[in-house]
């Protein structure tokens, strides 16, 4: 039988990523704690009554769903100003202002495109896996990731013509 | 692999946003849990007064109709913050939701629960019937709009970190440009923001293609028949503002609408006590003061208006108060950006929308 103990031993272990994983769905350090902090109190709920087999994934699935409730009719953006100062030693300045322009590009998706790609390339979950965890059908999820991609694109080519316009001279 | 997608990857992996954990979650969390099934409980006591309010309505509308008490408003909802009580007008009917009430043409169609979302969309009302379904909007009533149909709802904000985005309600609201396509709406809609009574309200119209001018203006007037019953006064924004929190004052939305109209991007807000923009890579804060600044010194006129400096400040009036600017705390910089004050062509906007906005609600 699933005790309390038990699941402050996953909150606690898993954390560091559930914040991470908010932070990257919200774009602001208050709404992913906000968003962590209902899901692992929604989770506990499901949790007390058995009803949860793959805690990190429920938790998960959570976040993403109450995530594009919270957000899903605002068109501007949250504020995003949290851009710490510290950088490691390897990153260079050029490193970090583009993953910057990557980081705002991302925030401008919106809710669905932007959970669709975290969960592809933070959370490394197949098209099936995010289809199930979006509740949506493998078709939804490619095309709203193709979208995503060809939107982040644009957003960054104007953003930063020179890197565009280096990779053409690359090519 | 693409190059986009290890560009995304390194983004999202960035260790510079990790976030601090918290000590011991476990509190926090059974918190949580606790305001979960405290709403959960409130949702069925609303459905069981709903419910209720069905059962009590038509008699006391029967009871009108042969001599008894007027049945003006609704049987659940508060008196309103917002309008006067008088009935509808001639061939338009009351409808109710929670805290609120709307007036719309008899014919229309009105929905409490077009979609259970949050924040929650108290109503939608529309030409045509209002069918439930979505799950991210009212994706059904949206499929249901005719080329020349309405289509409404009001969303209600439980708690607001910004409360200075929503400004307070105008005399006379209008429905504002069409813009979007909203998200989960999908679809390009009319979106206003207000506070009214210590509550923040998102109103959303779409229009079908072939909708008449009329269409929309009666729509309008709909809108300005919303009745709101106000939170109690300690939580009004004028409470709020009176304790010291800036953010709360109507100043602040007007400093919000400022900087939108000067093409500054929002970048949250200092505490309680000033609106971030960013500009031409430089972050700044804004804030509003009754008083003169000290200090004044190396005026110049732009706009038609003195801006001068005190200390490391930017001031200038504004609609009888002062605005000051002041470059961003620390945090608010990069290697991209860099605290500092507007200046050149970000300033000049700045104090050509500082004037040209009026300020509602001082």
Request: charged share 20%; net charge positive; glycine share 6%.
């Amino acid at each position: 039988m699933p005790s309390e103990e038990e699941f402050a031993d996953f909150a606690v272990a898993a954390l560091p990523r559930l914040l991470r994983f908010g932070l990257a769905l919200t774009g602001d350090p208050d709404a992913a704690e906000d968003l962590v902090q209902t899901a692992l109190g929604r989770s506990l709920g499901a949790w007390r009554l058995h009803r949860i087999d793959d805690p990190q994934a429920f938790v998960r699935k959570v976040m993403v769903n109450s995530y594009a409730s919270f957000y899903r009719r605002r068109r501007r953006e949250i504020a995003t100003a949290e851009l710490p100062e510290a950088a490691s030693v390897a990153d260079d300045t050029r490193g970090i202002d583009d993953r910057d322009s990557v980081w705002r590009a991302l925030m401008a998706l919106p809710p669905r495109q932007r959970a669709v790609i975290v969960l592809r390339y933070y959370e490394d979950l197949s098209e099936r896996d995010i289809a199930a965890v979006m509740a949506t059908s493998i078709g939804t999820v490619k095309s709203q990731s193709a979208r995503a991609l060809r939107r982040l694109a644009g957003i960054l080519a104007t953003t930063d013509p020179d890197r565009v316009s280096n990779q053409r001279s690359q090519t | 692999m693409s190059d986009l997608e290890d560009r995304i990857r390194e983004a999202l992996h960035d260790p510079r946003r990790e976030l601090p954990t918290w000590p011991d979650p476990m509190p926090r969390i059974r918190n949580a849990a606790r305001r979960r099934r405290a709403r959960l409980a409130l949702g069925a006591l609303l459905a069981a007064a709903l419910a209720a309010a069905a059962i009590v309505a038509p008699v006391l509308l029967l009871r009108s109709s042969t001599g008894g008490e007027p049945a003006v408003g609704t049987a659940i909802s508060p008196p309103p913050a917002t309008s006067s009580s008088s009935p509808p007008p001639a061939g338009w009917v009351r409808h109710s939701a929670p805290g609120v009430s709307i007036d719309t043409p008899a014919a229309w169609h009105f929905n409490r629960n077009p979609v259970s979302v949050q924040p929650a969309i108290l109503f939608a009302a529309g030409t045509e019937p209002v069918p439930s379904g979505g799950s991210c909007g009212p994706t059904a009533a949206l499929k249901a709009l005719p080329a020349d149909g309405a289509f409404f709802a009001l969303i209600e904000y439980g708690s607001v970190g910004e409360p200075y985005t929503f400004p307070p309600r105008p005399h006379r609201l209008d429905l504002g440009p069409l813009g979007g396509p909203a998200e989960c709406w999908g679809v390009k809609d009319h979106l206003v923001l207000f506070e009214d009574g210590g509550r923040y309200f998102q109103f959303q119209a779409v229009f079908g293609p072939h909708a008449p001018a009329s269409l929309r203006a009666e729509v309008r007037r709909s809108l300005n028949t919303l009745r709101v019953a106000p939170l109690p006064a300690s939580q009004q924004p004028d409470s709020r503002c009176r304790a010291g929190q800036w953010t709360a004052c109507p100043q602040a939305a007007w400093v919000y609408e400022v900087i939108n109209q000067a093409r500054v991007f929002h970048l949250g807000h200092q505490g309680n006590r000033a609106i971030l923009g960013l500009a031409d890579k430089r972050s700044f804060a804004l804030w509003t003061t009754s008083r003169r600044p000290q200090l004044l010194n190396r005026c110049r006129k732009m706009a038609g208006v003195r801006v001068c400096r005190s200390g490391v400040r930017l001031a200038w009036p504004a609609q009888r108060i002062w605005l000051l600017a002041n470059p961003a705390s620390p945090p608010f910089s990069s290697p991209g950006t860099r605290a500092g004050l507007p200046n050149g062509n970000v300033l000049a906007r700045l104090v050509k929308a500082s004037q040209s906005i009026r300020m509602v609600g001082l």
